[in-house]
């Protein structure tokens, strides 16, 4: 048990901060469209130039093949640097974090050769086909249909809470292609070229105002099979391989981002009047345990994780942490929301942007996006109760 | 002792429904339709007494129409303008009173935030502000009432900040005693509208729970969604009986009603808060869309909550009483 | 709506105040044993001689036929006159409120000739025997038997959670007259009289060190047929009646006593120094918010209870607001106490009684019976769940 | 960095678990046998280091040992003794350590609770009391102490209160940083065993849970039941993680070893007192009597929780100070 950093990673997180203080883009992040599209490649694409693209990926896949814990050190600099957008919010997290990783699991020499350097590069944007409007926590149900003509899959269906499916160029797509299969049998994950004839795109705005999310409707989408990575009818397994990378490292950059969030909303309690019109609402007793649980939770959340890199460093598996550390910190990220919107009291009225230091109405909307997105916590507590636990389905 | 309903108050709920049904949609902005309908069905003045112009019914009239106001989630300035109408008619301005009943006015609502600014709601439109302030209670021209309109965390209710004091010749004040009445049953209307939120959280979360299917089941059979469901229905109903008899103290002027306003209001902020945001979490996805109406709950309810007092303020006004009788 | 009382109502409250005061046993009740059940006995008989025994029973079964306003009247000024005990912790409390009222509903004129009188009299103790080790939130799979034989039941098997039966006359027993019914139809409702041969009952300590619980055993206990309440094989209906019984008023009391002891927890908050060692608790604004939300809650739940009476008063039917009443005030009685453990401080760490005034430990530890006994908040909010809001059972 | 156990730890804690389990009933007062296999097993200095007499670990170990009492729901004065032995060892008394370290003495420990009053838990065998007060924190003979019994929340951890200042002269003490050194690992311990306690009321609700059917069910495939389960493992996994982290802040005299002291007793707290309870209502009827040990995880999760310091209290200290780098 020791918390002390090698000198490798002293070194890397010197290197880190130095780089970042000086390539961080000012900003703000344009909130929508191609502009937003291309300051999202941007950055990729100067996170590449400066050697910082795919931190954890391997180095024969053009990553820098270093561990979790360099990776948190770089979410925590990069925290630190006070950046103008998040990690996890930006157009490139989906061929970072989900569609590279999948092909770099699952896909073929030649998948690997295309796509991976486009993304590491910035040159592409990736996004996810997964949910439908009738399979959402029964992901599994999903009824987008590929039937295979020739050397091509003919897709028709449709998906939805497609993030930046309209400025994307690739898609990881989840389709049926064996629906007399048992539901969990006939899935087949491939890669959707987005500017294929027959897509039809909708943004969807959310409660928060934002529209990334997208619908995405498919009408006779030729896809050749040599697109198909994994095995035909075997992709819920290549999709769930993408899915335990999602709950681990992927949320780190969340978690730093939200602790940062919890000493802004202390400062913040410092300045502001609090419910009784007179003290500063720090001095309100329930303000301020309120406060400090949110600040013990996200310290105890960020333990959490560290014991979690522990594991996959010392047995290459994710321990049980994974889903809790998903579970507690999208409840936590809600709950801080909340309770700011407490501190700040009648300025509650007041919209503001979702992100932005000192904003909190909007975060409070978008709030409500952790729980659901990416499986509902209903979801999660079934995965605890079941596959850490060890408790019976009905 | 009875806490339900008489036949007539039953009526006047059915009425309002019908009206909220046929002139309003929710999510869409208040229509001139929906208030001249409110002015013709009296619900401005419904509370008054007709000695004071008024339609002669009480606050609890009053707060069944606010609660079905909630419950549809419909905006504009209808707390604001029944309460001006309170004003008026207690101040003795009964030329104002009636204008104000005969939907002549849209009275948009002004709150101190701190010594030199007011947040004010429903201003586009208004022609009237209702004035709250350490002073007490005041109706003046909207043209006094110079704000800068900011983004509203609810699209529906447009919100405005003073930058100074609000000042010009009131068309009618009330301080004292009078102005603590009229909070008093502003108060019991902010919780009737709460409550009304609450409510209709629950028809939202259990339509969609027995629709709504996943794993082969409507997801409402889920002992998640279930017992979500039940805690909110238990929330809502346990707001709407206080709410009920908050206002029965009211209108018989008890010794206890203040006591009962501030219990109904501490139990209706919670209901409408907790239950909107649970009941965006039940509709998983499709709640968290703004097409999808269950967000107007969660804002709407964090504007309610804030108008007159917030639920802490209530807290402290309720432990300070002696025990109720 | 009105909250008015009738004069009717008016002298009754004021005649049993008046009452009270006069004939309140000074207390403390003995906590266990035949003393115990001397003491409620003699309290049901002052109650008969007074003319309070049966308030909302019917006339014509030596009741006073008044209306469950005039009972919930009666409960608040017992409340009201600081008593020495707790009303629904009388061994009194299964023969006033389920025994009896289901011989009023289902019993033969027979069987309410015999027991009625002798209830309401205080000359008996009855229990309930309904719960099975095997058979608790799922009460309908009990499988205690009774096989005719002759003109008799003989009865084997086993049930728990009983209170009182050690010093009990008459029990309302379930049992499986059928086993080869639907688990729902070959249950039937018996009195058992407790002192019949083949009758083992072994005391259960509670965790708040209670031994008012008890098992018993049936070894071949023969019981007449004629003791059968309601159809043979009908019992599971003939239950649902007393349920539904219990469901209402009788709980009307633990609520009146509730709004006292927030009370009570008010003033104790007023002289007590607060987490801060300095001030007193109720300066506390954790404390304090957490006491007017307790005091409001309560509040709250007398309406909702009044709002059911009014609904059986004018329909003769109860509304959704029972099960909701139960499911609510049983969490809120626990959250009351818990809150005194937070306010008391180090003063938890000592034990007190489970009642009296100024008493918060051992009322904390036996308000864990509040969300289990009677059916779990689990099955209270399946019930509001599916039998209020009609959403559908797996 | 890595938070987990280093082999040689996980053995420890194998070894720990393997006396509990042979010396230890859940619901049994603590055994001679018990209190002898500690000392033997370097219990109670085993983290203190060999140049004062210890066993030459550190305060990981004593917290991992620490857990383990907690997960086993062990009585008996472990804590106060262990800190006794600190207290000795840094005021320079190696005879007093080495006589703690042989398990010769039995710790009360001795709380201020106002002025004039101390709360002394496991009086009855003690022979010597830790006391802590304004003044520091030292050990004194427990002759000197004169308490009354009283019932106690918790029967296997007796409670009595004195009526007087605790006099005499000590035979070790501490006061300025020492003492605050002392008092943070103590605060650290008391975290690690409510963890324990966590822990262990998972273990028991998930065992129920696959066992107890209802419904043609075991009663954990219900979602009310699994759901609370899910919640109740990740309350402990993340206090236990806390826990971890802030022992190694300790170990390693790091700047924000009292700020993590302070997360981890507050998650622990909260930890080990919901769980508590929540399994008590798990287990329904039987884990409301006495005879199930379901209520010795209530109870004890309670007198932890009050030990050194309230929840409130490290709430307070860990908002007071700077922000973790």
């Not at chain 1, 502001?272 to 310290?299: H, K, N, Q, S, W």
């Not at chain 2, 999808?292 to 802490?312: C, E, I, K, P």
Request: proline residues 4%.
């Amino acid at each position: 048990m020791n918390l002390d950093f090698t000198p490798d990673e002293d070194a890397f997180r010197e290197e880190a901060r130095t780089w970042l203080a000086e390539h961080l883009p000012a900003g703000p992040r344009p909130p929508e469209g191609d502009e937003m599209r291309a300051f999202d490649l941007a950055w990729q694409r100067t996170l590449y130039d400066g050697g910082w693209a795919g931190i954890n990926w391997p180095v024969e896949f053009g990553g820098r093949g270093l561990t979790d814990i360099q990776q948190m050190i770089w979410y925590e600099e990069f925290a630190r640097a006070e950046p103008p957008f998040t990690l996890n919010n930006s157009c490139t997290f989906v061929g970072n974090n989900h569609g590279g990783p999948t092909l770099i699991v699952s896909g073929s020499d030649e998948q690997k050769a295309f796509h991976l350097p486009k993304i590491l590069r910035g040159d592409v944007v990736w996004c996810q086909g997964f949910s439908e409007p009738g399979a959402g926590s029964d992901l599994a149900s999903l009824s987008c249909r590929a039937e295979i003509d020739g050397d091509e899959l003919v897709v028709n269906g449709q998906k939805i809470w497609t993030s930046y499916a309209h400025v994307a160029d690739f898609q990881e797509l989840l389709v049926r292609t064996d629906p007399s299969a048992p539901k969990h049998k006939g899935i087949s994950w491939v890669i959707c070229d987005m500017r294929t004839p027959g897509i039809e795109i909708r943004e969807i705005t959310t409660m928060s105002h934002v529209n990334d999310f997208c619908e995405v409707f498919y009408d006779d989408v030729r896809i050749p099979l040599t697109n198909v990575v994994g095995q035909i009818n075997d992709g819920w397994r290549t999709a769930m391989s993408t899915l335990s990378f999602e709950r681990g490292t992927a949320f780190m950059a969340d978690q730093v981002e939200l602790a940062a969030v919890v000493e802004r909303l202390i400062d913040e309690a410092r300045t502001r009047t609090g419910p009784d019109g007179r003290r500063a609402a720090i001095a309100d007793d329930e303000i301020a345990r309120r406060l400090a649980t949110a600040r013990a939770e996200v310290t105890a959340l960020r333990a959490m994780t560290i014991a979690g890199i522990s594991r996959v460093l010392r047995t290459g598996v994710p321990g049980p942490e994974g889903s809790m550390v998903r579970l507690f910190h999208g409840e936590l990220h809600q709950r801080v929301y909340q309770l700011a919107l407490d501190i700040i009291g009648a300025d509650a009225l007041r919209l503001t942007s979702i992100d932005g230091h000192g904003n909190w109405t909007g975060p409070y909307l978008q709030s409500f996006a952790y729980t659901i997105g990416g499986g509902t916590t209903d979801i999660q507590r079934n995965i605890v109760g079941e596959r850490v636990l060890g408790l019976p389905r009905v | 002792m009875d806490l339900l309903p008489t036949s007539e108050q039953d009526e006047i709920v059915s009425t309002v429904r019908a009206v909220l049904a046929d002139r309003h949609q929710l999510g869409e902005p208040l229509g001139d339709e929906l208030w001249s309908a409110a002015a013709e069905q009296g619900w401005f003045l419904i509370g008054l007494p007709e000695s004071a112009g008024g339609v002669g019914y009480s606050i609890i009239e009053e707060s069944l129409v606010m609660r079905e106001l909630g419950t549809a989630c419909a905006p504009g300035p209808f707390l604001a303008t029944v309460l001006a109408a309170h004003v008026a008619a207690l101040a003795g301005n009964a030329e104002l009173t009636a204008a104000i009943g005969a939907g002549s006015h849209r009275v948009a609502l002004a709150e101190r935030l701190d010594p030199e600014r007011f947040a004010v709601q429903d201003l586009p439109g208004a022609s009237l502000v209702l004035v709250v302030d350490e002073a007490g209670i005041r109706v003046v021209d909207a043209a006094h009432v110079s704000a800068s309109a900011v983004d509203s965390i609810d699209e529906l209710v447009p919100v405005a900040y003073t930058d100074g004091a609000i000042t010009g010749e009131p068309l009618a004040a009330l301080s004292g005693d009078d102005a603590i009445d009229v909070l008093l049953d502003g108060a019991l209307l902010v919780a009737a509208g709460l409550a009304g939120l609450a409510e209709a959280t629950v028809t939202q979360s259990v339509a969609y729970g027995k629709d709504r299917e996943q794993f082969g089941q409507p997801i409402g059979a889920f002992q998640a969604v279930k017992h979500r469901c039940a805690d909110m229905a238990t929330r809502a109903e346990i707001a709407s009986c206080q709410v009920a008899y908050a206002a029965i103290t009211r209108r018989d002027r008890r010794d206890d009603a203040a006591f009962h306003v501030d219990a109904a209001r501490i139990v209706a902020t919670r209901a409408a808060i907790d239950n909107s945001q649970i009941n965006v979490q039940n509709h998983g996805g499709i709640g968290f869309t703004w097409e999808h109406t269950a967000h107007r709950f969660v804002t709407r309810a964090r504007v309610w909550s804030l108008r007159l007092g917030s639920s802490a303020s209530h807290q402290s006004s309720l432990l300070a009483r002696s025990a109720a009788d």
